[in-house]
């Protein structure tokens, strides 16, 4: 029969100082613990990932697709304002065309050759309020501030993507509806447009745009700046401004505000020469931009007012081609949307995979855990009991 001695390879010295089983059974104890802490963290919170410790590539990856999520989120509304925008632009329109064929009834009215002055006057003063009212109506059709009908602005911009780039805006013209357009045909130039381009109207490059003209030097930090301070010294410098072009290339447009021979324009960016206009825009004449070129008192003759159906039937064609680009843009602006949702509902659905917990694997984890912390905290009982045999040696 083989002979144990104390010290030897395999043998369990009996002590009570230090408890080793114990030890083990608590160390496995606590991971245990911790595993179990961790399924009731995910099924308490519905996530896998809690914390960077619990997968620092993922949460990142998650908060990437989650940011890019809410700029989606937000690219849509400004889809949805710019639908908004659209319909009033449109049905203001309506109210345009209807007005300008009123118009073309009381010229063909007053193209009668029976009619004598007085009577031909009624249909002439109908035919200049109605013309008011379309100035009216242009003058005053905005959406969130921004003038849709007059010619103020040029297009209507709408951020519909999460990247700063020129596909991610959408640029949609809005043709000026004013009705009387040019008060007069000029001799020469009497509106402008800068050759030179800055890709971001908001920003100027880190520095600054100056402008020299009649009303003296003004320096701004952007070209949406500029224009601002140009056209709060309108009255001393002769012209008006307003930023033109679209998307990576906008421009400065000037266009004459009062007659006469004006003052010569310079333009420089970062003090290197950005524009010279050799010719100012305020000469001669004053210059609305675009517009129906629809004239008051034009039925004061029934030659006058033949002349006045011309010009009404190419106003008409001027809303119809309006309305034409409010109706493709809302479609392009549909498709837009859509093309938005899907990709909000992917970015949400790669997210979840990466954040989500998954409740059939958590709940099986979850008891797997569980049975063995109930397990551990007995075996750690009676390991922590063993000692006391060496009392048997005692009695």
């Known amino acids: 029969m083989p002979v144990f001695f104390a010290g030897m390879v395999g043998a369990m010295p009996l002590v009570i100082n230090t408890n080793t089983t114990s030890i083990t059974a608590q160390q496995n104890l606590y991971a245990a613990n911790s595993r179990l802490k961790v399924s009731v963290q995910r099924l308490s919170s519905g996530l896998r990932v809690n914390s960077a410790a619990d997968d620092a590539a993922g949460l990142s990856r998650a908060d990437s697709l989650r940011v890019k999520s809410r700029m989606i989120q937000a690219a849509m509304r400004n889809i949805n304002d710019g639908f908004s925008a659209l319909e009033v632009a449109d049905k203001a329109t309506e109210q345009i065309t209807n007005l300008v064929i009123r118009m073309g009834e009381l010229a063909a009215g007053a193209a009668q050759g029976a009619l004598d002055q007085t009577g031909r006057s009624y249909y002439n003063n109908e035919y200049n309020k109605l013309i008011e009212e379309v100035d009216?109506?242009?003058n005053t059709t905005e959406f969130g501030g921004f003038k849709l009908l007059n010619g103020t602005n040029a297009a209507l911009t709408i951020h519909a993507g999460f990247k700063n780039s020129i596909n991610d805006q959408l640029s949609i013209s809005m043709n000026s509806l004013i009705a009387a357009g040019a008060t007069d045909i000029p001799t020469t130039a009497h509106e402008m447009l800068s050759v030179e381009t800055v890709a971001d109207p908001a920003v100027s490059g880190g520095g600054t745009i100056a402008f020299n003209g009649g009303g003296g030097s003004l320096t701004a930090g952007s070209l949406n700046q500029l224009v601002s301070l140009i056209n709060m010294?309108?009255?001393?410098?002769?012209?008006?401004a307003s930023v033109a072009g679209?998307?990576?290339a906008y421009s400065l447009r000037l266009v004459s505000?009062?007659?006469?021979?004006?003052n010569d324009i310079s333009i420089g960016m970062n003090s290197s020469p950005f524009q010279t206009f050799t010719v100012t825009p305020a000469q001669d004449a004053e210059h609305i931009g675009g517009g129906l070129s629809l004239s008051a008192n034009a039925l004061t003759s029934a030659a006058a007012a033949r002349g006045a159906m011309d010009a009404i039937s190419s106003a008409l064609k001027t809303i119809n081609d309006a309305r034409a680009v409010y109706g493709a843009s809302t479609n392009r602006l549909k498709s837009a949307l859509a093309n938005l949702q899907g990709t909000f509902t992917n970015y949400?659905?790669?997210?979840?995979?990466?954040?989500d917990a998954d409740f059939a694997f958590e709940t099986a984890q979850y008891s797997r855990n569980s049975i063995i912390v109930q397990a551990g905290t007995s075996v750690l009982a009676q390991a922590n009991s063993s000692p006391r045999s060496v009392l048997s040696l005692l009695s």
């Open 348 to 355: 949400q659905a790669a997210e979840s995979r990466i954040r």
């Open 233 to 240: 010294t309108s009255a001393d410098n002769g012209v008006s």
């Open 136 to 138: 009216r109506i242009a």
């Open 257 to 262: 505000t009062t007659a006469g021979t004006g």
């Open 246 to 248: 679209g998307p990576g």
